[in-house]
């Protein structure tokens, strides 16, 4: 057994009496991303019920119609985050704009960009899902409402970032920046509480022989793509092999395994998504702290995701994240096509 028992809020505030200057703001919005989670939770675990529940006349907390679960976890997120003075705006996955702070609520000093449900395709399989989130400092001056400039901010200024997946548990995993490591909490459903269970997470090294990523789209990718996937399987004349392939297709659930276990998964580029599928802002900047600050590294097949400025909101980049030894093989491949 271990020795002590961590809340995530306890932990949060150990986290900031390390950083004297802090706040408290900063503790406090993280703490309501952890309850933004555990409500999203409840509803996902409820999800293959829906059906039955609504067949009887149910509704939801709310007393509204059930809606999708992934325009629900949006509606969530938003009302957890805009009332509390943290925010100055946020944006979403599921949003073509920024989101104001409504005018009543205090303005604060950080943005929070989020893809509230991740993987949504699985929700009626059953499988793993998440939400993934990414806060940074605002750069327009404080007080004023949000602007677009806040939000499109390189992923090296992220403040902190991390996911909740929806799996066999509910875990939110989350990190301050690379000084500040990784650190991961499982929910306990009978207490409402995410309790420290993977602190300090480090990806493996060397290692695990795993990849992970769609190999129906193999015809579309160009040749670097091709080759480097044909090394891990050891055809085509390429060495290597002894590689296995794992791909869940909800990305959180394929970064967290590659977290725990190392190895790499692949977005790339292809003739249908010539800029890759996966968004730069809610998806792969977040994910790539998250992987730097365990030891790994992220990159978009030449520069690292950290670096990249988008240019808009949904902007999207061709993704390998993982084991650094991986990512620069990867990289090493696409240099020579
Ligand atoms: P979302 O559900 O937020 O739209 O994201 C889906 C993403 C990501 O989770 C996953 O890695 C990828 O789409 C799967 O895409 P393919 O079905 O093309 O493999
Ligand atoms: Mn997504
Ligand atoms: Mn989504």
Known sequence: ???????????????????????GRFSALLYDIALAAKIISREVNMAGLIDILGATGDTN?????????????HEV???????????????????DDI???????????????????????NINVNVSI???????QRVSPRGTPGTLADCLQPGLRQVAAGYVIYGSSTMMV?????????????LDPSLGEFLLSHPAIRIPDPPARVYSVNE?????????????????????GEDGGGYKSRYIGSMVSDVHRTLLQGGIFMYPRDTRAPAGKLRILYEAAPLALVCAAAGGRASDGSRDILDIVPEGLHDRTPLFLGSAELVNLAERYLRER
């Open 77 to 95: 997120i938003v009302k957890a985050m805009d009332h509390a003075g943290h925010l100055c705006c946020m944006a979403s996955e599921e949003c």
């Open 99 to 121: 989101i104001p702070i409504p005018e009543r609520f205090e303005i604060g000093n950080y943005v929070l960009l989020f893809d509230p449900l991740d993987g949504s395709s």
């Open 216 to 236: 129906a789209y193999y015809a579309r990718w160009g040749r670097g793509e091709q080759r480097l996937v044909d090394r891990f399987r050891g055809v085509n």
């Open 130 to 136: 998440g939400t993934i989130f990414s806060v940074h």
């Open 1 to 23: 057994m271990r020795s002590k028992v961590v809340t995530i809020d306890r932990h949060i505030i150990d986290q900031e009496r390390a950083h004297p200057a802090a706040s």
């Open 61 to 73: 907390v709310q007393g509204e119609r059930v809606q999708k679960l992934d325009a629900f976890a």
């Open 174 to 186: 989350y990190t301050t920046g690379v000084e500040g490591g990784v650190h991961g909490f499982t």
